[in-house]
């Protein structure tokens, strides 16, 4: 007669008794694939759009230097450093860089001549020539508790016009 019973093979048998080290690789085994298909948690971090003193990522605000207009019914001229900070005439206002991360600006805008302040965020074209905005407001005076929501506007770099003088002479 043939005897169909087999034998447990004696690596596993060494596993499920826990001798000769094995234990601890199947005890392993299990944690992993517990983790691996144990569901992934995210949780959601608050994120003000305006961070103070956030930098450029890798100095790249020197893209922002120039003389720009702004275009919100009626065009404005702005002058930015190489930080993306800069002045417009209108109110005695100026603008502050907080961030440009690949092609969003966004950044802080006062008025000083109307005690007025708010944000703003750009998204630029990849040649960084013009972009589209929008701003907010964020105080008037005293009042931080706002119902105004702000509007949009269109940003253009102003390039030089060559003089036809100052053209140089064909080869």
């Known amino acids: ?12 048998s060494n596993v499920i008794a826990g001798s000769k080290g094995y234990a601890p690789l199947l ?21 003000d759009p305006i961070l103070p003193s956030m930098a450029c990522q890798a100095g790249d605000c020197h893209v922002l230097a120039g003389e720009w ?14 930080q993306g900070n800069g002045h417009y005439d209108w109110k005695d206002g100026r603008f ?20 007025r302040e708010g944000g703003f965020t750009v998204e630029f074209l990849p040649d960084f020539s013009e972009g589209e905005g929008r701003w907010w407001v964020t105080r008037i005076g005293a009042n931080q508790t706002l ?10 770099k102003k390039t030089a016009v060559l003089n036809r003088r100052d053209t140089p002479p064909a080869p």
Not at 1 to 12: F, N, Q, R, S
Not at 147 to 156: A, I, M, R, V, Y
Request: hydrophobic share 40%; proline share 5%; net charge negative.
């Open 96 to 115: 502050e860089t907080r961030s440009l991360i690949g092609h969003t600006w966004k950044g802080m805008w006062f008025q000083k001549e109307n005690d």
């Open 27 to 47: 005890l392993v085994c299990v944690l992993l694939e517990a983790a691996c298909t144990k569901p992934v948690i995210h949780h959601a971090i608050p994120v």
């Open 69 to 82: 207009e702004y275009v919100d019914g009626a065009a404005v001229r702005l002058t930015l450093d190489d």
């Open 147 to 156: 119902t105004q929501k702000g509007g949009t506007f269109h940003l253009s």
């Open 1 to 12: 007669m043939i005897d169909h019973t087999k034998a447990p093979d004696p690596v596993w």
